[in-house]
Structure formats: structure tokens, C-alpha cells
């Protein structure tokens, strides 16, 4: 079987795929936290995506994928027996996993299936594990089945109430502490926002947090540069010191602007990638 190609793919909603790869070295090594670059095309852009889950009998990974701009939504076009042009990993340093006690795990949209390895992880390491999954609504609440599997606890919340808990993720971890739960520490990926006021929320809690960051990324070796970030005051490089960091000083503000730096850019990419590939099929 060669390597780099798709031998399985799930639509988890109309925006968000799961596949399977066939990536024999890297199902050998990989450890939670850690991510890929996937590529498709001569000309395709790098796309830095987390490893969910990995299989070594198989020798196969799973990435979930976003349609958020051109590149992932071609990325979402591809269908079992295609291969990627290229795909590098793994990336990025594990996050660190041992008892800590009781750990508190929260996604945010398809940051769900982020958290999905380290609350897994955690909980073969002998954690209590709450899992906190939050999204605008019921149909953006992805691996449901899988996460209850390696949590002892799991809360749904959603922005409109169509599942779980109306309200924010942050409603949820204030309820547990009003309860009396004691929580040691907290892992948080999702939109960066979600994780400022997350982070806060927990530090003022008494809950040591730690945040995946997703700045712009090219290389994800360190050496270009562009995935900086401000931690403690010293910059840090996601790809290399990260994802995931200790999240009590965070400069979150600087990771939005930088982040947000070419939105204008991805928007006209995107849009004229939709009106290249209308489907045609009955105009001829």
C-alpha cells in the first residue's frame, strides 16, 4: 500500500471530514498533542492538522478536517484511493501526560476531536477525566461515542441549547466548581477566544490550564518563523515549543490579530476556489 493514501473518509457534518491514511512510520511514533502538515497539489498550501487517533497494526492515521478556506475545502473534496501530495510528521512536542488527579478536557467545535488523544491518553494514564464539548449547536458536536469512551464524565454544551447544556463551556467548569469538584489541571482547544476566557476562567479557579495554539504556520520546524507566539512575555514557536502550552499567560489578543492578519486574503481564495469548481453537471 502506498503511503500518503486516504483509505477511508467519514463526513462527520456538511464542513468536517474524517480520514484515514495509510502512514505506517508515523502510526509508530506519533504521541498525543502532536500534529502533521498534509499537502495536496504541486502548488498546495501546507495545512498543519492535529493527530486524532493512530493505528500501528494498520499503520494508519486519523486526521479531522474543516472546511474553513480553499485549501481544506479541496482537502474535503478527496475520496478513498486518492493520496496526499505530501504529509510530514509527526510534529510538534506531546503534551505531557501523567497523573495529575482529576483533568478537565474542553473542545470547542472541531477542537473536539483535538482533545479526543489527550483525554484518551490521561485516562490510560490513570486520570479522572470530565470532558467539557461545546459547540454553536447539536449537529458541530463531533466524536460524541468516541469521547465517552475515555471519559469517567462528559458534559455537551451548545450555544443554542439543541444538545446538552444551553450556554458556553466556561457556564459548565463553573458549574463543577460550584459543585465542590476538585480539578487539577485543564486542557483547552478550540477557538482562540474560547480559549482566552477558558484559560482565565480556570487560572482564577485554581486550575493550572493548557492551551493547543494554531497560529499561522508554514514550515513546522521552527525555522521560518511565522507561528510565534508571546508566552510569559518570551516568544515561543508552536511547531516546535508547542502546541500546547501553559496557559495562564498567554498573550491571546497578540494570537488573534496574527491570526486574523489575512482573513481578507483566505476570504477571495476561498470564494474564487467555489466559483472555479461550480458544479456544472446539466448546463451542457
Not at 467548569?173 to 485543564?186: A, F
Not at 482566552?196 to 508554514?218: D, V
Amino acid at each position: 500500500m502506498e503511503k500518503n493514501l486516504i483509505v477511508n473518509k467519514k463526513s462527520l457534518s456538511n464542513v468536517v471530514c474524517e480520514f484515514e491514511i495509510y502512514e505506517p512510520l508515523i502510526a509508530a511514533s506519533a504521541k498525543a498533542g502532536q500534529f502533521i502538515i498534509l499537502r495536496y497539489g504541486e502548488l498546495g498550501e501546507r495545512v498543519p492538522v492535529t493527530l486524532v487517533d493512530w493505528n500501528e497494526q494498520k499503520g494508519t492515521i486519523t486526521a479531522i478536517i474543516q472546511s474553513i478556506g480553499k485549501s481544506t475545502a479541496v482537502f474535503n473534496s478527496l475520496k478513498v484511493g486518492d493520496k496526499f501530495t505530501s504529509l510530514a510528521g509527526p510534529l510538534g512536542t506531546p503534551v505531557e501526560i501523567k497523573n495529575y488527579g482529576t483533568c478537565v478536557v474542553v473542545g470547542g467545535g472541531v477542537g473536539i476531536a483535538e482533545v479526543y488523544p489527550i483525554a484518551k491518553a490521561l485516562k490510560q494514564a490513570g486520570n479522572k477525566v470530565i470532558s467539557i464539548l461545546g459547540a454553536r449547536t447539536k449537529d458541530l458536536v463531533i466524536l460524541q461515542e468516541k469521547m465517552q469512551q475515555v471519559s469517567d464524565e462528559i458534559i455537551i454544551t451548545t450555544d443554542d441549547g439543541s444538545l446538552g447544556q444551553k450556554g458556553l463551556v466556561t457556564d459548565a467548569i463553573k458549574t463543577l466548581h460550584d459543585k465542590g469538584v476538585k480539578i487539577d489541571v485543564g486542557f483547552i482547544i478550540g477557538p482562540i477566544p474560547m480559549m482566552k476566557w477558558t484559560a482565565k476562567l480556570m487560572t482564577q479557579l485554581g486550575i493550572k490550564p493548557y492551551a493547543s495554539l494554531n497560529p499561522i504556520m508554514l514550515d513546522g520546524t521552527g525555522m521560518c518563523g511565522c507561528c510565534r507566539v508571546v508566552v510569559n512575555g518570551q516568544t515561543k514557536f508552536a511547531c516546535v515549543d508547542g502546541p500546547m502550552f501553559e496557559a495562564t499567560n498567554i498573550d491571546f489578543d497578540n494570537l488573534i490579530a496574527r491570526t486574523s492578519e489575512y482573513k481578507e486574503q483566505e476570504k477571495e481564495s476561498f470564494l474564487k476556489h467555489e466559483k472555479d469548481h461550480k458544479c456544472k453537471i446539466g448546463l451542457h
